[in-house]
């Protein structure tokens, strides 16, 4: 089944339909990607009643008891998230902020005010507001597929990065991913990368990846990886418990938001070597890798430098994703870790 309509619907009617509706569907890139210039240029353009491009929702399948909402976000986040913000008190108008129709500056006061006190000075202009209608065009499909094309295809000329892409793809692996790094103190606590752009979904998937043998994390590869395995097969659900049991020896290791694990090649490259880490010296060990590692860099005289570790570096910066530089750094890191057990 699949049908496609196009209703005007009002922020009134948005306002009453929020707790039903899903902002963040698996194939939806992460939240607070609008900066407060961005957002507030367009509670500008709903208050001048300017157009704004349309919003995408789908009809959550009826026949699924375990769900609350009527819809859910294919297209639009961001205003949806700067239009809450604005209703619920969180972001005031800019400071140049001009209403367009107001010849005799009735309502010059309200620039840089917010919702509420807007609501004080000038109740004509929440009414605007309120009154002002989107254009949303619904989805009724009980594809998966079809949304998560929709998505992409939608997104495809807004900077999706490929992390999103990847996420947006669906499938039981998509699931399973957003699951782990949801769900673990690894990704929640332990390290210091924020979840921006679904980076703990890239980091997680190259985990995966590396448990089930592949040499290479390179884009054209984790693309054909996420293709390929979407459904989440026993060779993944097997990979997926290794990559859980590993992930737990940084748990019980690091600090929460540790400045070790801030570089995501660099935590790619200690979780390749962990099994050959004894336990306990995980911490121990990238911290004196990274020591040396700093001694070297910070040298002026490079010549005399450790030139293993100026080629790690150069590593991290340069086609890090790569096979050659991933077994360059694991290399390089394996023989350190000799040297550090030698020393123990």
Wanted: proline share 3%; net charge neutral.
């Amino acid at each position: 089944m699949f049908k496609i309509f196009q209703e005007y619907k009002s922020i009134s009617w948005l306002l009453a339909q929020e707790k039903y509706i899903d902002f963040s569907p698996n194939y939806q890139r992460m939240g607070r990607v609008w900066n407060k210039e961005q957002k507030q240029l367009l509670i500008d353009s709903v208050i001048n009643g300017f157009d704004i491009p349309k919003i995408y929702f789908q009809f959550m399948p009826q026949n699924n008891n375990t769900l609350c909402y009527n819809y859910a976000v294919i297209d639009g986040k961001q205003r949806l998230e700067a239009i809450f913000d604005f209703l619920k008190n969180e972001l005031a108008l800019s400071d140049p902020f001009v209403f367009i129709n107001d010849a005799d500056k009735k309502y010059s006061n309200i620039a840089g005010k917010t919702f509420f006190e807007i609501d004080n000075v000038a109740p004509s202009i929440i009414s605007r507001i309120l009154e002002y209608e989107l254009c949303i065009v619904f989805m009724d499909t009980d594809s998966p597929d079809i949304i998560n094309e929709t998505f992409i295809r939608l997104n495809s000329g807004v900077a999706v990065n490929t992390a999103e892409k990847r996420n947006a793809s669906g499938g039981n692996l998509a699931q399973q991913m957003k699951t782990l790094y949801m769900t673990s103190p690894f990704f929640t606590d332990k390290i210091r990368m924020t979840n921006a752009r679904y980076a703990h979904f890239d980091l997680a998937l190259k985990f995966l990846m590396i448990e089930m043998g592949y040499e290479d994390l390179g884009k054209k590869t984790v693309d054909r990886f996420v293709s390929s395995e979407k459904d989440f097969d026993i060779e993944c659900q097997q990979a997926l418990e290794r990559v859980k049991s590993k992930i737990n020896c940084f748990i019980n290791e690091f600090d929460d938001k540790d400045k070790l694990l801030s570089k995501k090649s660099l935590i790619v490259t200690l979780y390749s070597i962990v099994d050959e880490i004894p336990v306990g010296k995980l911490k121990k060990f990238i911290k004196y890798f990274e020591l040396s590692r700093e001694i070297a860099m910070g040298r002026e005289d490079k010549i005399n430098s450790d030139p293993k570790m100026i080629e790690f570096t150069r590593l991290l910066q340069q086609g890090a994703d790569k096979k050659f530089s991933l077994d360059g750094r694991r290399e390089i890191m394996l023989e350190y870790l000799h040297i550090f057990l030698t020393i123990e």
